[in-house]
């Protein structure tokens, strides 16, 4: 297990920029995929990008490609969310999530660590 916690959510005009971080405990972080999810309001909590463990491979929604960037510190044990041309589509609760599997890491439900998420809004 390993305990998450987001900082660097707020309330940003539309064509701004945030970047958000998740903090990680424990001495595993290199072993994990780490994932950002996002859930606005009223809808489902859906994938915005992974990173896995020794960073050979990252996929992002279709919706954020080209704006948004995930990287990962293992030195720091930090995932960071760059967000650049926001919109107010943007607009939602982001969660840092962190899991050991290896397959259907597109999907909330294969992983076992959350933050408590940050709050994104993007005023148009």
């Known amino acids: 297990q390993v305990q998450l916690v987001e900082s660097g959510g707020g309330l940003v005009q539309a064509g701004g920029s945030l970047r958000l971080s998740c903090a990680t405990s424990?001495?595993?972080?290199?072993?994990?995929?780490m994932a950002w999810f996002r859930q606005a309001a009223g809808k489902e909590r859906e994938l915005v990008a992974y990173?896995?463990?020794?960073?050979?491979?990252?996929a992002y929604a279709d919706s954020v490609k080209g704006r948004f960037t995930i990287s990962r510190d293992n030195t720091k044990n930090t995932v960071y969310l760059q967000m650049n041309g926001l919109s107010s589509e943007d607009t939602a609760v982001y969660y840092c999530?962190?899991?050991?599997?290896?397959?259907?890491?597109?999907?909330?439900?294969?992983?076992?660590?959350w933050g408590r998420g940050t709050q994104v809004t993007v005023a148009s």
């Open positions: 990173v896995t463990s020794d960073r050979s491979n990252r």
């Open positions: 999530a962190a899991t050991l599997r290896r397959v259907l890491i597109q999907s909330p439900e294969n992983y076992d660590n």
């Open positions: 424990g001495r595993t972080f290199s072993s994990y995929t």
